[in-house]
């Protein structure tokens, strides 16, 4: 047993949101009770107790969009790289790095992105993988970093024709492959989608080769009208708009994720609430990326499930939270819309996407829900209540505030140390793989 204490406790539970001095039990996997520190000190006294040290205990949180491919991008400048437009960035950078990325350069790539993750209280991803210098095998590698660190993770490879028609095949067994593998083992840590990059890259023959090789298995997480070139392509070859391609070669469901969907019509919203079909906004990608603002408050308001990523900019789910409430109140020119939106997809609907993965409740704090309890080093210096939390979370925390994660009822990182992980051999080995693909990409040694 262990007793998380000595802290303000968020629970997101709307029944009791909040405890001044507040306490989870967590028993095996799952959280036994959650309450008044001194009334569960006392119903545990032989517990193991994790000490918030005066802190804010709250749910872990979830990144409902990442890429571990890019993890290790951080620093990297590409000799005569200078994109001018989304294309450039994706065939200059990103295709570039993933046609370089071998099973190791995966490996290394996974360790990155689930140490940061971790430190910044992220307990789940969503993960859209691509490497295709190595394609077999690569999302097993993913599966098993994440089971050695002990996150969370969601998985699915990016389907593309981009590198022909081999490498498109190569990537569609390795979804169908990893999905029969998590449909077998029905682990409650790791779950599968059919990954698709996006549309320009894929053809109506892929799609359907696509869905036959899924076979109802499991749903797609696909990047849909990130730029205007999924627009274009799909008016010009297929006389349609994206959504509407995706509906009609079946691909669209409740248990699909749209990742992006900044160029869509109120007539493709409509397609995807109909479809019950959920979407995934990246606000600082997108802005980094210059692709636009994606109408989240539209789709919303559509009765939509949007959920909220990084699209791996960040691993602070926090610092996404910001951009944002900045990027939709700038693109509105309104300076009171955002507040409610970006709250309700981090802390509610990122949740629901989840419970469509994953058996036990993520991103509350109650009995019988998931152990995935984090602990924020935030002391605040004006009012704290459940009055005011989101308030707290917008403009004072940030991810690096995460002093202890605990995943799965397991303390990974507890007063800013990893727990059971050897940080310096896993940066010492990443950055003998960082340096190959370095060399690779730019032609000399590092």
Sequence with gaps: MLLVTNGQLI??????????????AI??????????????????????????KGGVIMPGLINAHTHIYSGLARGLAIAGNNPTNFLEVLEGTWWNIDRHLTLDGTRASAYATVLDCIRDGVTTIFDHHASFAQIPGSLFAIKDVCQELGIRACLGYEVSERDGEEK??????????????????????????????????????????????????????IHVAEGMNDVYDSLRNYGCRPINRLLYNGLLGEKTVLGHCIHVSPAEMDIIRETGTMVVNNPESN?????????????????????MGTDAYTHDMLESLKVFLAIQRHNAALPNVGWCEGTRMLFQNNAAIAARYFPQPLGVLKQGAAADVIVMDYKPFTPFSDE??????????????????IINGKVLYQDREFVGIDEERINAWTMEQSKKLWSELNHRTY
């Design 388 to 405: 005011n939390i989101d308030g707290h979370m917008l403009f004072g925390m940030c991810g690096k505030n995460c002093r202890t994660t």
């Design 168 to 221: 498109c095949r190569q990537a569609i067994e390795e979804n169908a492959e990893f999905a029969r593998w998590a449909a077998r083992e029905n682990n409650p840590m790791i779950a599968a989608m059919f990954g698709g990059h996006a549309l320009f890259t894929i053809s109506d023959r892929t799609f359907e080769a696509m869905v036959r090789a899924n076979d109802g298995l499991t749903g797609f997480h």
């Design 287 to 307: 802005m980094g990326n210059a692709v636009g603002c994606a109408p989240v408050l539209q789709m919303m308001d559509k009765g939509i499930l949007v959920g």
């Design 11 to 24: 629970t997101r539970d709307p029944a009791r949101p909040w405890l001044k001095d507040g306490a989870v």
């Design 27 to 52: 028993d095996g996997t799952t959280i036994a009770a959650v309450g008044e520190a001194a009334a569960l000190r006392a119903q545990y006294p032989d517990a193991e107790v994790v000490d918030a």
